[in-house]
């Protein structure tokens, strides 16, 4: 005959361990909640420096909100965005309304950044009105780099302590590219140990100058201008060909 008993152990056996593992999965998903709720449904939004900088994903319907809350004189979008995007010719024109400075400076969110963005970042940061307000698709790549760029460049903070702008709590996750963003924040801190020499913000800026390894040339960059890529839309008048089918810039 069949061990009844065993058979009923094992049984209850499995279902303590079907148990086990389901709340195991719900823990995990509660986790996983609590900790991306903020990015990926708060709209990312929080200081980098009170009354001066701060930083959240794409803004939709409540940029002027935003705008007339915090008082915000700049925004910076990191994204890119084409005339066939909403959400773009949106944002262009409340800044235009509000008389805010809206500077236009795609970056990518998975690639080592090129010497010229990284100055240009830099120079925009001693020359755009404030409050500011930075952005990007999610909030969580791009926006950390400028907002660790900040932070060195305008509050002196050295490059170990600049890292926390890229964080889990914005989303950010440096696995399969995000993590390039890192580069010349870890290889700075490497050269300045290396040389025995603190951080000044100027000392960063010579050294992405003259020592980053970049494809591009060291050169000088020019102020970035507020406004779109395309003239048209900084006038408040639709580009011709406009549409559906338009092309990207």
Not at 49 to 59: A, T
Request: charged fraction near 25%.
């Amino acid at each position: 005959m069949p061990d009844q008993g065993g058979t009923i152990a094992g049984g209850r056996r499995r279902v303590r361990w079907a148990w086990l593992i389901r709340g195991v999965l719900i823990a995990v998903g509660f986790a996983l909640l609590a900790t991306f709720y903020h990015p990926w449904f708060g709209g990312n939004f929080s200081a980098v420096s009170p009354g001066r900088v701060y930083r959240s994903s794409q803004p939709r319907g409540d940029l002027q909100e935003l705008i007339r809350e915090y008082r915000l004189a700049s925004v910076l979008n990191l994204r890119g965005g084409s005339r066939a995007d909403p959400w773009y010719a949106s944002e262009v024109r409340v800044t235009r309304e509000h008389g805010v400075a809206f500077y236009d400076l795609p970056l990518s969110a998975t690639r080592r950044p090129k010497r010229r963005e990284l100055l240009t970042l830099l120079e925009l940061f001693q020359t755009c009105p404030y409050p500011l307000l930075i952005h990007c698709k999610s909030g969580s790549d791009r926006t950390g780099l400028a907002s660790a760029l900040y932070l060195m460049a305008r509050l002196g903070e050295p490059p170990g302590q600049a890292l926390r702008a890229f964080s889990v709590r914005h989303g950010h996750v440096p696995l399969f590219g995000p993590e390039r963003l890192h580069e010349p924040f870890v290889e700075y801190d490497a050269w300045l140990k290396g040389h025995r020499l603190p951080h000044t913000p100027d000392r960063f800026r010579d050294w992405v100058m003259h020592h980053y390894r970049a494809e591009d040339p060291a050169t000088e960059v020019g102020h970035l201008r507020p406004g779109p890529r395309v003239p048209q839309l900084a006038e408040g008048r639709e580009p011709e060909g406009a549409g559906p089918h338009a092309p990207r810039w």
